[in-house]
């Protein structure tokens, strides 16, 4: 069974302080999706990493994909109250049926 | 923007009642998820579906769950009997089916089995 495991799966910070979230996995995944949730709605997709190694920027956040394409990360810069949310990472199986292997996620509150 | 619709989007019932949650995939997509979100379980895949035919349904209940497409506008997922275990939000995806691609979400039905 593939499983990611997403750490920390709270976090607490102030906004302006910097914060990582890691998405790990024994697994090798055909590419890795970040999604942001706010209560009250459906997860919606930040951004989707594909290349063992790649890194994506979003403002102020970067996403990283493992050199094995077992892992991957999530690095806020200066976060702001508007990042506030649940934070999940999702794989795709090789198998290539669109089906997604969701980690736990990761909470986030950023306090003014 | 195109957008999954979900209906209801919450609902109170009592144990034992049918419950049927239904959901709008967007127009084009070829295939549907059904997931459950819990605090301690986080988001569960139930079941998903792919030009209307079930792919898997592995991660639902049998003996009480159901999930169908009438037609690829609608999909629905049944709960019969229901109960307070079942508490919980349902999302609804909808996407075009192939590795990588993004799944498009609902907004959930929060469901409260008293």
């Known amino acids: 069974t593939q499983l990611l495991e997403q750490s920390p799966q709270f976090l607490s910070i102030q906004e302006g302080e910097n914060l990582t979230v890691y998405c790990n996995s024994s697994?090798?995944?055909?590419?890795l999706q970040w999604y942001r949730q706010e209560p009250g709605e459906g997860p919606v997709l930040l951004v989707t990493?594909?290349?063992?190694?790649e890194v994506k920027k979003l403002k102020r956040l970067t996403f990283q994909f493992g050199d094995a394409r077992k892992d991957s990360s999530l690095h806020i810069t200066a976060a702001q109250p508007g990042d506030t949310g649940l934070y999940l990472c999702?794989?795709?199986?090789?198998?290539?049926?669109?089906?997604?292997?969701f980690g736990q996620g990761t909470t986030l509150q950023v306090k003014p | 923007d195109a957008r999954v619709t979900q209906t209801p989007r919450h609902k109170v019932t009592e144990m034992g009642q049918e419950v049927t949650m239904r959901c709008q995939p967007i127009?084009?997509?070829?295939?549907v998820f059904w997931y459950r979100q819990t605090m301690m379980q986080g988001l569960e895949l139930l079941a998903y579906?792919?030009?209307?035919?079930?792919?898997?349904d592995s991660g639902m209940p049998k003996d009480r769950f159901s999930a169908e497409m009438p037609d690829a506008t609608l999909a629905t997922l049944k709960i019969q009997p229901s109960e307070p275990r079942d508490s919980a939000v349902y999302f609804c995806?909808?996407?075009?089916?192939?590795?990588?691609?993004?799944?498009?979400f609902g907004d959930g039905t929060r469901l409260s089995i008293l």
């Open positions: 995806a909808s996407g075009l089916g192939q590795g990588g691609q993004p799944q498009h």
């Open positions: 697994s090798v995944f055909s590419s």
């Open positions: 990493v594909v290349t063992g190694g």
């Open positions: 999702a794989g795709a199986t090789p198998s290539n049926t669109g089906k997604l292997i």
């Open positions: 127009l084009g997509h070829n295939t």
């Open positions: 579906f792919r030009n209307r035919a079930p792919l898997d």
